[in-house]
């Protein structure tokens, strides 16, 4: 519904400076928008019910190139059959459309959530990566001297395996 879709963009972009809302009505047009090369975007919010195709489905093709990326399905046709379906599918969030405008302050709470989740998984993987392939070694170690993360370099370079290494 174009009427809703546009109260519900309004409220975000009035929730905080963070929300930068893009809004499609067609499925179709959405999984374009967001698979095109000028555009980058923290979290998908989606409808169940959908001419053409429906939320979960729209989540497997957007899944295909962005399998991490947070995808919350906000539905008025909402049952334990679709929400099982759902986690299932991979939905990072599942919220059911209701009455009154607390609905959308939950909504917000959700996406920064998500964002905010995905984010630092994001970080977090760069770190290891940057960690594992750096060229000198590093050793990451408990609070007792133990070690408890050897990269590959360390490893070589004291001449053991790492699993000797840990601990």
């Not at 930068?20 to 967001?34: Q, Y």
């Not at 429906?54 to 399998?67: M, S």
Request: glycine share 8%; hydrophobic share 35%; net charge negative.
């Amino acid at each position: 519904d174009p009427g809703f879709t546009a109260l519900v963009a309004e409220f975000l972009e009035r929730h905080g400076e963070r929300f930068h809302v893009n809004t499609e009505t067609d499925p179709k047009a959405a999984l374009s928008t967001i698979r095109s090369d000028e555009t980058n975007f923290d979290c998908i919010v989606s409808d169940y019910d959908m001419t053409g195709l429906d939320g979960l489905e729209l989540l497997e093709q957007i899944r295909v190139d962005y399998p991490d990326l947070p995808f919350v399905l906000f539905t008025g046709h909402g049952s334990e059959a679709i929400a099982s379906e759902a986690i299932t599918a991979g939905v990072t969030e599942y919220l059911q459309k209701g009455g009154g405008t607390e609905q959308y302050t939950v909504l917000a709470n959700r996406i920064d959530q998500v964002v905010e989740r995905y984010w630092a998984n994001r970080y977090a993987d760069r770190a290891r990566q940057a960690i594992e392939t750096a060229q000198g070694g590093i050793n990451i170690l408990d609070a007792d001297g133990y070690i408890q993360y050897v990269n590959r370099a360390c490893a070589d370079l004291l001449g053991y395996e790492r699993e000797e290494l840990v601990g």
